[in-house]
């Protein structure tokens, strides 16, 4: 069951500017988790926000929560183009489950 | 360091055959996932494991099995693979106390 929608699917910006992605889900969450994936690679864990939570920052990332709109944002700031990559939002429902979005691709140009 | 590895990063295959994907991790982890990935799909879940022996089917368990004989071990099995099991396949492991999951590189499966 899919249950978080990123929002843009692909997004292409100038390395040093600000990129935003969104997530939407429809059920309640425990924890909502933004990953990245580099082309043909694993997920990595970039940061976890809990429900009771509504923002929280870790180095260049900010992420918020609304909870009442079921939505949160990634914010990375001056990006680079390291940065390239697929970001996906998880959604913890209960136990250790998450169900993943279908991705927000951002390509950061030189 | 975290790692988790999967036995192969990319597999050929015929219909029909047996196939098997290996995931180990040394973290010491008891949960342990299988997700395949496909273009515009994302990540679905197919099977995942509380603790040794234990299995839980995710969203898309059909044409799949799995095997926890050990704690580290997570193993995927295609009893007869066909075209449409084409796709990346993602291990993932969490401690039970978390909700972080760390993922293996994938194996790219083809399934002629």
């Known amino acids: 069951s899919q249950q978080g929608e990123e929002d843009p699917q692909a997004l292409s910006i100038q390395e040093g500017e600000n990129a935003t992605m969104n997530c939407s889900y429809k059920?309640?969450?425990?924890?909502l988790q933004w990953y990245r994936q580099n082309s043909g690679r694993g997920l990595v864990h970039l940061i976890l926000i809990r429900s009771n939570e509504r923002e929280k920052h870790s180095g260049r990332l900010r992420v918020t929560l609304d909870t009442s709109k079921k939505s949160s944002s990634l914010l990375i700031t001056a990006s680079r183009a390291a940065d390239t990559a697929s970001y996906f939002c998880?959604?913890?429902?209960?136990?250790?489950?998450?169900?993943f979005g279908q991705g927000t691709r951002l390509t950061i140009n030189p | 360091d975290v790692k988790v590895t999967q036995s192969s990063r990319y597999l050929v295959k015929r219909t029909g055959e047996k196939v098997f994907l290996e995931c180990v991790q040394d973290?010491?982890?008891?949960?342990m996932f299988w997700y395949r990935q496909d273009p515009g799909l994302g990540l679905r879940l197919i099977y995942f494991s509380y603790d040794v022996k234990m299995k839980e089917k995710g969203d898309i368990p059909e044409g799949y099995s799995v095997s926890r004989e050990k704690k580290e071990r997570f193993s995927l099995i295609l009893e007869s693979a066909s075209t449409n099991q084409t796709s990346m396949y993602l291990c993932?492991?969490?401690?039970?106390?978390?909700?972080?999951?760390?993922f293996g590189p994938g194996t790219r499966l083809l399934v002629l």
């Open positions: 998880a959604t913890g429902e209960g136990a250790q489950k998450l169900v």
């Open positions: 059920t309640s969450i425990n924890n």
């Open positions: 973290m010491d982890h008891e949960n």
């Open positions: 993932a492991s969490s401690a039970f106390t978390s909700e972080t999951q760390y």
